[in-house]
């Protein structure tokens, strides 16, 4: 069974920044590549960062590359998502997912396992 529990989010003015955790339960979480995605209020979930099992490699999409990174301590099996320079378009409940693969996981469909998500708002 693998649990995913996402914290961190809450409210920040346009600018800030913001650090969201993903504490995920079981013992196969080094095995496989960890992602972000974020939906808004009547929109598509969306990708926003993924990262391989070892973490030697990441991805983003275009809307936030330059200002998020991801990174993954397999030790704590914990991925995080740096979030900087924020912007109002930015808001969205942020989901924590686990891939079914090790590598490159850029879409919904490469996931199995989702977190409940966390909010965050950005205000201007």
């Known amino acids: 069974q693998v649990q995913l529990v996402e914290s961190g989010g809450g409210s920040v003015q346009a600018g800030g920044s913001l650090r969201l955790s993903c504490a995920a339960s079981g013992r196969t979480f080094s095995s496989y590549a960890m992602g972000w995605f974020r939906q808004a209020p009547g929109k598509e979930r969306e990708f926003v960062a993924g990262i391989s099992w070892s973490g030697d490699r990441t991805y983003y999409s275009e809307s936030v590359k330059g200002r998020f990174t991801i990174s993954r301590d397999n030790a704590k099996n914990t991925v995080y998502l740096q979030m900087n320079s924020l912007k109002p378009e930015d808001t969205a409940v942020y989901y924590c997912?686990?891939?079914?693969?090790?590598?490159?996981?850029?879409?919904?469909?490469?996931?199995?396992?989702w977190g409940q998500g966390t909010q965050v708002t950005v205000s201007s």
């Open positions: 997912a686990r891939a079914l693969v090790a590598y490159d996981a850029p879409s919904r469909d490469a996931y199995g396992y």
